[in-house]
């Protein structure tokens, strides 16, 4: 097994016992198992089939990003602002998505970017970026629990602390039991929140048409009054509408964070040369139209200028379509909205803390945190990383000395902080990739999966979500507008990052991978020697398996 150049890398020989575990794993007949898991010498079991990862991947980026935050956009950049933030920042993830996905194709290692960033740039980037995702997913979850507070405002007039503490039990149970039970889980609150989407958009489309008795037809009435843009901050002229639409980016960001999860759980899908770009493909333009087309609907049944969308007072009320909905006058449907986007928001907390411990194990695996994170209990599930990721529920307790909403805003803005930046890494990664391709006179017509647009694509999201990170909080500098806890949490992520990439490199003294002795001809040659079996076509009942597959 060729693993000399690995070796190189890093100085030891974990990375070969990396190349033997992806040889191991490629050399299994698809018809053994329905899972496949890389040999990672770890002691986590086994219970996600493929059905339980690509729901949870389909629908894991799809919460409250969309169905709570979504009003500030709104009432922020307008309705044109809002769907082309939307629609502009969806692009620009695609860009990371196929990226992460040539990558996993050819290095599918549980990790993903984290295991990349040590073979194609730098092992500090790789220990940088481990601690950043741990610290995402830290600040998502209680970001998550805050905005079920939030919904469950809606019904009862209850202290913060106790649904946060109730729901947040919760998902300490499902995250310490069997994961197959999770999966089953995720499966289902999966399958809720796609109905849900599709539930609101002909929800919307009925209002919007008129459908409604007593109700007239809408059509785009709100993007000609109030208007298609927001004169933000009173700043008067195209400048006060461009400012608007530039706010929207980051909500987006928050939204779409997650996106590329598909690729955290290359280790545990079965054929993932093949199977990895086509989720990439497929879950990016789902969730790409579940989501533009969602905001296009909202924008046209629900003015800019409501109030409620950029309510402070904790209340569920400011989620855009709930207030479609009792414009409308539909007194039945906003609870059920609020019921689906419940079990949406834990959902997402769920997820956070399966991914945020998982990542947080595999850096332990790598010698980048401490031992203590790989105990697991007799389910095999790391429990001390778990319980770790699950302590931060306590930032949701902020919210009893503010309102629900405000903390959720804070902790919102963290979190699309932590994606953009996740987002960069995973761009600068692919090209130094790309280019190191080109100086070992690789063809990537030859690797097992090839993205299009390449490296054009890394290059605008790498320039594109640098822009917006260092531009995404631009109101605190505008006179009079300085607020510490705006400035804090938009741009707490850049030193962060910082500190713990020159910390790594300057205490290991680590440098920069080569582009001639980047190993990419070893995994091409573990590509080449053990082909995936060919994919079967799907029949009778089984084609409505390309919903999950």
Known sequence: ????????????????????AIAQVLDVDEEEQDIVEFEEKKDLKRGLQQRHIQMIALAGTIGTGLFLSSGKAIARGGPAGAFMGYAITGGLVSCAVLSIAELSALVPLSGSIVRHAEYFFDPALSFAQGWNSVYSNCIGLPAEMTAVAVIMQFWLTVNNAVWITVFGLLLFASNLCFIRIYGEMEFFFAMLKILLIVGLIIMGLVIDLGGVPGQERIGFRYWRDPGPFVQYLDIPGPLGQFAGFWTTLANAAYAYSGIDGIANAAAETKAPRRNIPKAARRIFWRILIFYILAILIVTMIVPSNNKNLLASTGDAAQSPFVIAANLAGIKVVPHIINAVVLTSAWSSGNSGMLNGSRVLYGIAREGHAPKVFLRCNRFGIPYVAVSFIGAFLALGYMTLDKSASTVFSWLQDLVSSAALVHWIVICVVYLRFYYGCKAQGIDRNDLPWKGPFQPYAAW??????TLIL??????????????TETFVSAYF???LILVLYFGFKIAKRTKLVPLDSMPIRDFMKIAQDNPEPPEKPLKGWHKLEILWS
């Open 1 to 20: 097994m060729p693993s000399d150049s690995l070796k190189s890398v890093s100085g030891d020989d974990k990375h070969a016992d990396d190349v033997e």
């Open 470 to 483: 260092l531009t995404q909080g631009y109101s605190v500098f505008i006179h009079g507008m300085w607020d």
């Open 460 to 465: 605008i999201g790498a320039s594109a979500f």
């Open 493 to 495: 992520n850049i030193p």
